[in-house]
Nanobody, 127 residues
Framework: QVQLVESGGGLVQAGGSLRLSCAAS????????VGWFRQAPGKEREFVAA????????YYADSMKGRFTVSRDNAKNTVFLQMNSLKPEDTAVYYC????????????????????WGQGTQVTVSS
């Protein structure tokens, strides 16, 4: 399995921006889909965005489209989540996750299909 480490969380005012990073060790992301999920207190962990490394195709939850952008850096073996126009309801622990590319892998938004998870990074948006 690939080991994942998130960074870049913090406290920001509403309307501000943050960029989260997800760095891989142990393996390269070359044959993976990398997803971002988030979990607010008392809520289920929900899908945010994902990128298929081999095609660079990106996916977003409807509520994040236009505000969040997922991207990758091959040389750094890192995936980023750029978050703009942040709202207090974006406050959550953000996790990156990875799953190997395979036949019948299921929807990218289904967290049970991911094999590796990072420890999470806290994002707090103040009003």
């Amino acid at each position: 399995q690939v080991q994942l480490v998130e960074s870049g969380g913090g406290l920001v005012q509403a309307g501000g921006s943050l960029r989260l990073s997800c760095a891989a060790s142990g393996r390269t992301f070359g044959s993976y889909t990398v997803g971002w999920f988030r979990q607010a207190p008392g809520k289920e962990r929900e899908f945010v965005a994902a990128v298929r490394w081999n095609t660079d195709r990106t996916y977003y939850a409807d509520s994040m489209k236009g505000r969040f952008t997922v991207s990758r850096d091959n040389a750094k073996n890192t995936v980023f989540l750029q978050m703009n126009s942040l709202k207090p309801e974006d406050t959550a622990v953000y996790y990156c996750a990875a799953r190997a590319l395979r036949v019948g892998e299921g929807p990218v938004a289904t967290r049970a299909t991911y094999d590796s998870w990072g420890q999470g990074t806290q994002v707090t948006v103040s009003s």
